[in-house]
């Protein structure tokens, strides 16, 4: 019997439309290279590996609030298509701990939390005795060998003082032993007579593990808070909420694991050690050393990307490209998670890359919320927030909320050294006259201090960001350069999720105030003139 001519056309109709499509794209890309703003950053690009990303994970050209000018993260880094309705903005630090403890409490495969230091109080020690409990209850199912804990910290923070973040969780070592890990993450710039000299509270000043990931099976919390009492209960951070999105939980499950696996692992004695044939991070060769924790964690970013490529890759005449677009609206794709890291002592310099370009092609009349609760800002990030067309409102935190405040010694100083530093800026931009572009706000709460960082990105006539970074790095030198640091670029086209943002956007710049030339005159802004000669020295510690 002859074959019915319908299927014939219509996949010939499909062919045709791909062609079109892809044809449209490549145009679309090499308008967009085609912008001198991009251009100026192709030295800085050049040093990633450009994938091509199937486009049933990545905005599609059709793609509504015209999100889709955000393609091109997805050819640095990997991309995850998930919908809107999968992502919960978590607003205070008490909503952070009790969805922690939630969380732990119904993990059956795997829980995974990195973070700067784990503290010694009850609030602490009770996430403890939470894990705890699960671990027994997955042993009493006789399901042991399923539930796996690893923890991951940073050596000399964790280690500090006689009670610290190692002996809060040697008794999980000691009573699961072939479940629980703990690594120490020691970073490879300080060694030998630096480390020697420098004394606790100063020593973490040279690198730190900073990266907030906290993960319980397939939910992935992605935050800049740490695993202590103030940050359960007086200190404004930000933090989000993944659920039921696996591909994300094992990016960030590997990710952990390849940065354990360069870390000192600690042992049930209290010691730590380096994982057999390893390079020491410390006391091996220090380029040997960063060189394998580059290969051990791009290949986490890699894999990813490959794995994506071998799924997404269709036809050579691009149908299955096509199609996915159908797929992606039957699967109600409508938010894309892009995971950014940043480690500048491995060569690792994604989320610096990413940021870049999201501040030089910022369109005109494009409104970015920024903020940083150490606001240090790079002199290129700087110079682009100065330098690009879009209007910045950038919300810092007044001395009184600054973590420092009220610290011994030389730290009780750093408050008035960001006070300097924001003067600096603020009169940089009064000086270019762009005060009309660029505003400064402080964040201020009684009782409270403020850790917030990321931005909110608006287009142009958008009521709603669409975009947000959130996570871990402050925009300041130790984050480019210093520390380990992740966050997450998410685009949506969900208005839920956008009305989330906003809503999170507006609770914490409606508690600031706008800077203005009179703020400085104020009695708590005075700095001190020897704070003024040595800031300059010291300010990329901080």
Same mark, same amino acid.
């Given at each position: 019997?002859?074959?019915?001519?319908?299927?014939?056309?219509?996949? +010939?109709?499909?062919?045709?439309?791909?062609?079109?499509?892809?044809?449209?794209?490549?145009?679309?890309?090499?308008?967009?290279?085609?912008? !001198?703003?991009?251009?100026?950053?192709?030295?800085?690009?050049?040093?990633? #590996?450009?994938?091509?990303?199937?486009?049933? !994970?990545?905005?599609?050209?059709?793609?509504?609030?015209?999100?889709?000018?955000?393609?091109?993260?997805?050819?640095?880094?990997?991309?995850?298509?998930?919908?809107? !309705?999968?992502?919960?903005?978590?607003?205070?630090?008490?909503?952070?701990?009790?969805?922690? =403890?939630?969380?732990?409490?119904?993990?059956?495969?795997?829980?995974?939390?990195?973070?700067?230091?784990?503290?010694?109080?009850?609030?602490?020690?009770?996430?403890?005795?939470?894990?705890?409990?699960?671990?027994?209850?997955?042993?009493?199912?006789?399901?042991? !060998?399923?539930?796996?804990?690893?923890?991951?910290?940073?050596?000399?923070?964790?280690?500090?003082?006689?009670?610290?973040?190692?002996?809060?969780?040697?008794?999980?070592?000691?009573?699961?032993?072939?479940?629980?890990?703990?690594?120490?993450?020691?970073?490879?710039?300080?060694?030998?007579?630096?480390?020697?000299?420098?004394?606790?509270?100063?020593?973490?000043?040279?690198?730190?593990?900073?990266?907030?990931?906290?993960?319980?099976?397939?939910?992935?919390?992605?935050?800049?808070?740490?695993?202590?009492?103030?940050?359960?209960?007086?200190?404004?951070?930000?933090?989000?909420?993944?659920?039921?999105?696996?591909?994300?939980?094992?990016?960030?499950?590997?990710?952990?694991?390849?940065?354990?696996?360069?870390?000192?692992?600690?042992?049930?004695?209290?010691?730590?050690?380096?994982?057999?044939?390893?390079?020491?991070?410390?006391?091996?060769?220090?380029?040997? $050393?960063?060189?394998?924790?580059? #290969?051990?964690?791009?290949?986490?970013?890699?894999?990813?990307?490959?794995?994506?490529?071998?799924?997404?890759?269709?036809?050579?005449?691009?149908?299955?490209? $096509?199609?996915?677009?159908?797929?992606?609206?039957?699967?109600?794709?409508?938010?894309?998670?892009?995971?950014?890291?940043?480690?500048?002592?491995?060569?690792?310099?994604?989320?610096?890359?990413?940021?870049?370009?999201?501040?030089?092609?910022?369109?005109?009349?494009?409104?970015?919320?920024?903020?940083?609760?150490?606001?240090?800002?790079?002199?290129?990030?700087?110079?682009?927030?100065?330098?690009?067309?879009?209007?910045?409102?950038?919300?810092?935190?007044?001395?009184?909320?600054?973590?420092?405040?009220?610290?011994?010694?030389?730290?009780?100083?750093?408050?008035?050294?960001?006070?300097?530093?924001?003067?600096?800026?603020?009169?940089?931009?009064?000086?270019?006259?762009?005060?009309?572009?660029?505003?400064?706000?402080?964040?201020?709460?009684?009782?409270?201090?403020?850790?917030?960082?990321?931005?909110?990105?608006?287009?142009?006539?958008? =009521?709603?960001?669409?975009?947000?970074?959130?996570?871990?790095?402050?925009? +300041?030198?130790?984050?480019?350069?210093?520390?380990?640091?992740?966050?997450?670029?998410?685009?949506?086209?969900?208005?839920?999720?956008?009305?989330?943002?906003?809503?999170?956007?507006?609770?914490?710049?409606?508690?600031?105030?706008?800077?203005?030339?009179?703020?400085?005159?104020?009695?708590?802004?005075?700095?001190?003139?020897?704070?003024?000669?040595?800031?300059?020295?010291?300010?990329?510690?901080?």
């Amino acid at each position: 019997m002859a074959a019915s001519p319908a299927p014939r056309f219509l996949s +010939g109709v499909g062919r045709l439309l791909a062609a079109g499509l892809t044809g449209l794209r490549a145009g679309l890309r090499r308008g967009r290279e085609r912008r !001198s703003s991009y251009l100026l950053l192709a030295p800085l690009l050049s040093q990633a #590996k450009p994938r091509v990303v199937g486009q049933n !994970s990545s905005p599609s050209t059709f793609s509504a609030g015209g999100i889709q000018r955000f393609q091109w993260i997805g050819d640095i880094v990997p991309v995850f298509g998930i919908s809107g !309705s999968q992502v919960k903005i978590l607003h205070s630090p008490s909503e952070f701990y009790e969805t922690i =403890k939630e969380q732990i409490k119904v993990a059956k495969k795997r829980i995974v939390m990195a973070s700067l230091y784990l503290g010694t109080g009850p609030l602490e020690q009770e996430l403890v005795d939470c894990i705890e409990e699960t671990l027994e209850r997955s042993r009493e199912a006789a399901l042991a !060998s399923d539930l796996r804990v690893s923890i991951l910290l940073d050596c000399t923070r964790g280690s500090r003082g006689k009670k610290n973040s190692r002996t809060m969780l040697i008794p999980l070592l000691k009573r699961f032993p072939n479940q629980v890990r703990v690594s120490l993450y020691h970073t490879p710039d300080l060694r030998g007579l630096l480390k020697l000299l420098l004394p606790e509270r100063f020593n973490e000043t040279i690198g730190l593990q900073h990266i907030k990931v906290y993960l319980f099976d397939n939910n992935v919390i992605i935050s800049g808070a740490n695993l202590s009492d103030s940050y359960f209960t007086n200190r404004q951070d930000r933090y989000v909420l993944l659920s039921d999105c696996p591909e994300i939980a094992d990016f960030f499950d590997d990710l952990v694991n390849a940065v354990g696996d360069v870390s000192l692992q600690l042992q049930q004695d209290d010691t730590a050690e380096v994982k057999s044939g390893d390079v020491h991070p410390y006391i091996g060769d220090r380029a040997e $050393f960063c060189t394998a924790a580059n #290969k051990r964690i791009m290949a986490v970013v890699n894999n990813a990307l490959e794995r994506q490529q071998y799924r997404d890759n269709g036809d050579s005449d691009g149908v299955s490209i $096509f199609f996915s677009s159908f797929d992606r609206a039957a699967s109600h794709i409508d938010t894309w998670i892009y995971p950014l890291i940043q480690m500048k002592p491995f060569d690792i310099r994604l989320d610096e890359q990413v940021t870049k370009v999201l501040m030089t092609e910022a369109e005109t009349d494009a409104h970015i919320y920024l903020t940083s609760g150490y606001f240090n800002l790079t002199k290129a990030y700087m110079n682009l927030v100065l330098g690009t067309n879009a209007n910045y409102q950038i919300l810092l935190a007044s001395p009184e909320v600054n973590g420092f405040f009220g610290a011994k010694g030389i730290a009780g100083a750093i408050p008035a050294a960001y006070v300097y530093i924001a003067r600096q800026f603020y009169d940089k931009v009064c000086q270019s006259g762009l005060q009309d572009r660029i505003t400064l706000h402080e964040y201020y709460r009684n009782g409270w201090t403020f850790h917030a960082k990321g931005l909110w990105y608006h287009l142009s006539q958008s =009521k709603w960001p669409c975009l947000t970074l959130i996570g871990s790095p402050n925009f +300041g030198y130790r984050s480019v350069h210093r520390d380990l640091e992740a966050q997450l670029a998410i685009v949506t086209e969900n208005q839920e999720l956008q009305q989330q943002l906003q809503q999170e956007q507006e609770h914490l710049y409606g508690l600031s105030n706008e800077i203005l030339a009179t703020t400085f005159d104020k009695p708590n802004r005075y700095v001190k003139l020897w704070v003024k000669l040595v800031t300059p020295f010291i300010n990329n510690f901080f």
